[in-house]
Every structure is written in structure tokens, then in C-alpha cells.
């Protein structure tokens, strides 16, 4: 495979979707008519080697797929159901949030005193969280709640059915933490 093949096979995979012939051409800094060939070279090596790509035609356009014969393959592992692995981590932001919602990802900071993104983001992508908003303040950040899905996964109808927190067990968290901080502190 040369060069211009590889770059066309980069792009076709990177994008997903049809790739127009133009568009390819400028960025190979080719004619259209060298990149339809290098298209096609493509397509003749995946042919020679037997591979699972394919390249597709459209009109004045081309995408990578896999070929027909593998999409039962691909059927077994899209409905796998996806597992979902709640860590530490997780729990304690996703429960931050279910108590605090509407919550921004700045306040969950602040509570969990790390940074939050990795965690925040995992929980959007297995739709226990999503963006409800956004908050009236500076910068207008986004506002996070939680789901059905929330609801379904932890059995419960509405939110109202989180247990209530205990003012003696929050007085003792609030005083882990202040002696943990001023541990950490040499205070």
C-alpha cells in the first residue's frame, strides 16, 4: 500500500461517512481523476487480501465499510448489551449528582475536590446523566441531572424516593472532612 493509498484509507475511516472525490483530491493535493484511481487501488488491495473492508461507491463520493459477509459478526456484538461498570469514582459523582441535581460539573468539583470530567462523562455515555440545562451565571455552565435510565438501573420511580440523608451521619461526614483537611494541612 503507498502513501496516497494509506492517506485515503485514514481519512475514510476517520470520517465514517461518504467522503466526497473532491474533497479527497484536495487533501491528497491531487485531480479528481488521481483520486478516483487511488480509490480504486484501495479498493483492488482490500479485494487482494481477502480483508473485511470494503470501499463503497456513491455517486461522486466513498466510504469504507465492512463487507457483507462480516455484518452478521458485527449483529452479535451490537446487541451485546453494553457493561456497565460503576467504580468508586463513579458512584460518588453520580451521587453528588442525584442529591444536588441540577448540578454543574464545576460544583461536583468542588465537592469531590478532584477533577470530574472523565467521571462526568462516563456517566452521560451510559445515560445515567444527562445536560438539563444550563445555569444563570458567568460563563453559563451546563446544568447535569439525572435519567430514566438513573431510575430503571436503581429501581426506584422518582427521585423522591432517595433516602433522606441523616443530620447526624452528614454532622459526622462534615467532621471527616474538616479533620481530614486539616490533617493534610498540618494544622
Known amino acids: ?35 478516483r484511481e487511488t480509490v480504486d487501488a484501495l479498493a483492488a488491495f482490500y479485494d487482494e487480501a481477502n480483508s473485511s473492508l470494503a470501499v463503497n461507491r456513491y455517486e461522486d463520493a466513498v466510504q469504507l465499510s465492512t463487507r457483507n459477509e462480516y455484518y452478521p459478526y458485527l ?48 456517566l452521560v455515555s451510559y445515560d445515567l446523566v444527562e445536560e438539563v440545562g444550563r445555569k444563570e451565571a458567568p460563563g453559563r455552565p451546563l446544568l447535569f441531572g439525572t435519567t430514566e435510565t438513573f431510575l430503571r438501573s436503581f429501581g426506584i420511580a422518582s427521585l423522591d424516593e432517595l433516602p433522606e440523608m441523616d443530620a447526624l451521619r452528614v454532622e459526622e461526614l462534615r467532621e ?10 498540618d494544622v
Do not use: Y
Open 75 to 122: 449483529v452479535k456484538v451490537a446487541k451485546a448489551p453494553k457493561k456497565m461498570t460503576l467504580t468508586n469514582t463513579l458512584l460518588e459523582t453520580l451521587s453528588i449528582i442525584a442529591f444536588k441535581q441540577p448540578v454543574t460539573r464545576a460544583e461536583v468539583e468542588n465537592i469531590r475536590g478532584v477533577n470530574s470530567d472523565f467521571a462526568i462523562n462516563r
Open 176 to 185: 471527616e472532612a474538616e479533620a481530614e483537611v486539616s490533617t493534610r494541612l
Open 1 to 35: 500500500m503507498n502513501e496516497k493509498m494509506a492517506a485515503v484509507e485514514a481519512i475514510l475511516f476517520a470520517m465514517g461517512d461518504s467522503v466526497r472525490i473532491p474533497v479527497l483530491a484536495d487533501a491528497l493535493d491531487c485531480t479528481p481523476e488521481q483520486a
